[in-house]
């Protein structure tokens, strides 16, 4: 079982930045494709950034709405992946999960897209921007 643990959210003004933390431990063999997803009040959960983390590729996946705001990055040595979001904007404001699975590097951006094969999720981290 891999559990997986957010940190980094709080309250910041439009045009701020925050990065947030998803750190790993449990039975992390092979996992390798890990996600951040988002969810506002009232609103549908959807896709922020994923990141293939297998044969040391780095891929990086992200949605057309944060792309040029939004990087993710892995540090393998401490099992955790980072949000970093600059330019912030009151949409931004939500709770920020990440998830984890294990997947080939053919299927992670495919997966992040549909939020499929996740089995694995943190508890969240709110992300409040006030303009």
């Known amino acids: 079982q891999v559990r997986l643990v957010e940190s980094g959210g709080g309250s910041v003004q439009a045009g701020g930045s925050l990065r947030l933390s998803c750190a790993a431990s449990g039975n992390t063999y092979g996992v390798n494709c890990i996600g951040w997803f988002r969810q506002a009040a009232g609103k549908e959960r959807e896709g922020v950034a994923a990141?293939?983390?297998?044969?040391?590729?780095?891929?990086?996946y992200y949605a057309d709405s944060v792309k040029g705001r939004i990087s993710i990055s892995q540090d393998n040595a401490k099992n955790t992946v980072y949000l970093q979001m600059d330019s912030l904007k009151p949409e931004d404001t939500a709770i920020y999960y990440c998830?984890?699975?294990?997947?080939?590097?053919?299927?992670?951006?495919?997966?992040?897209?549909?939020?499929?094969?996740?089995?694995?999720w943190g508890q969240g981290t709110q992300v409040t921007v006030s303009s």
């Open positions: 998830a984890a699975q294990r997947t080939s590097s053919d299927y992670c951006a495919a997966r992040f897209a549909n939020q499929a094969g996740f089995g694995s």
């Open positions: 990141i293939y983390t297998g044969g040391g590729s780095g891929s990086t």
